[in-house]
């Protein structure tokens, strides 16, 4: 298995993911968490490494906010619609964009960040835990993460509830599920990547889940009429107990000792 680069796939991307409700309730949820638990401590001008950072969300709202972003990516043009997005935002100085795999930024001389983000990107990854490694090198001491990842426990949840028995364990993870929608190739367990965190010598002081309610509901079309609501009751309750740990996404705030 590859690192997946979504070359060729970045309008669909922007379209299937980013255009619709779970796209607009994912990115309610990651910029509460950010601008609730870590905005508030960044010192202006914070330099941020956007690892994997596609089309640039969370870090456009960043760089809005007066701080300097350096993205990467493994996806050319995925990069090109993220500069397009950040020269017309007038932003486009706030950043540095950067091709090639989270693994190989010790080529490119960086150094150390305070602020990291890596949202959407360890389920497509052929050695996740190897990409975390990585990330803590480059993560100054004091420094925060802000990372997102496929929840397996939420993806095997909505196959339950779906009455997808047939897409469960190993089945969740083959190719034509993949084909047929873009679904990450490799789900993580919160336990594991909690593990992995740990075995780093990082520590996670926060945790929700991302599309708690979302995915779940009976009528669907509520996920658009009641988009409004429904994202102020996913905010309210996705670092309940019991319910983050179901989202179809987990964000972990991890912190490096000082």
Same mark, same amino acid.
């Given at each position: 298995?590859?690192?997946?680069?979504?070359? *060729?796939?970045?309008?669909?991307?922007?379209s299937n993911i980013y255009g619709t409700s779970k796209g607009k309730v994912r990115e309610a949820v990651l910029w509460h968490q950010i601008s609730t638990h870590l905005l508030p401590?960044?010192?202006?001008?914070?330099? !941020?490494?956007?690892? *994997?950072? *596609?089309?640039?969300?969370?870090?456009?709202?960043?760089?809005?906010?007066?701080?300097?972003?350096?993205?990467?990516? &493994? %996806?050319?043009?995925?990069?090109?619609?993220?500069?397009?997005?950040?020269?017309?935002?007038?932003?486009?100085?706030?950043?540095?964009?950067?091709?090639?795999?989270?693994? %190989?930024?010790?080529?490119?001389?960086?150094?150390?960040?305070?602020?990291?983000?890596?949202?959407?990107?360890?389920? #497509?990854?052929?050695?996740?835990?190897?990409?975390?490694?990585?990330?803590?090198?480059?993560? %100054?001491?004091?420094?925060?993460?802000?990372?997102?990842?496929?929840?397996?426990?939420?993806?095997? &949840?909505? +196959?339950?509830?779906?009455?997808?028995?047939?897409?469960?364990?190993?089945?969740?993870?083959?190719? $034509?599920?993949?084909? !047929?929608?873009?679904?990450?190739? +490799?789900?993580?367990?919160?336990?594991? !990547?909690?593990? #992995?965190?740990?075995?780093?010598? =990082?520590?996670?002081?926060?945790?929700?889940?991302?599309? !708690?309610?979302?995915?779940?509901?009976?009528? $669907?079309?509520?996920? +658009?009429?009641?988009?409004?609501?429904?994202?102020?009751?996913?905010?309210?309750?996705?670092?309940?107990? =019991?319910?983050?740990?179901?989202?179809?996404?987990?964000?972990?705030?991890?912190?490096?000792?000082?």
């Amino acid at each position: 298995m590859k690192d997946t680069s979504f070359n *060729g796939r970045s309008a669909k991307f922007a379209s299937n993911i980013y255009g619709t409700s779970k796209g607009k309730v994912r990115e309610a949820v990651l910029w509460h968490q950010i601008s609730t638990h870590l905005l508030p401590t960044m010192a202006p001008s914070t330099r !941020v490494l956007d690892a *994997g950072g *596609g089309q640039g969300q969370m870090a456009m709202r960043l760089a809005a906010e007066g701080h300097d972003i350096v993205l990467t990516d &493994l %996806s050319e043009e995925m990069l090109a619609a993220a500069k397009e997005r950040a020269q017309a935002l007038g932003l486009a100085q706030r950043f540095r964009f950067l091709p090639g795999p989270i693994q %190989s930024l010790d080529a490119h001389k960086l150094g150390q960040f305070e602020v990291m983000l890596c949202h959407a990107v360890l389920e #497509w990854c052929a050695n996740p835990r190897e990409v975390l490694a990585a990330l803590a090198d480059h993560l %100054s001491p004091g420094g925060a993460l802000s990372l997102a990842f496929f929840n397996y426990q939420g993806a095997e &949840l909505h +196959n339950l509830v779906a009455g997808n028995f047939d897409n469960l364990g190993a089945a969740m993870t083959q190719s $034509k599920t993949r084909r !047929v929608r873009m679904v990450p190739q +490799n789900p993580l367990r919160n336990e594991e !990547v909690a593990g #992995w965190l740990t075995a780093l010598g =990082l520590t996670i002081e926060h945790q929700c889940g991302v599309r !708690v309610i979302h995915d779940y509901l009976r009528d $669907k079309s509520q996920q +658009n009429t009641q988009l409004d609501r429904l994202i102020e009751l996913e905010l309210s309750y996705c670092d309940r107990p =019991l319910y983050r740990d179901i989202g179809r996404y987990t964000h972990f705030l991890v912190r490096k000792p000082g």
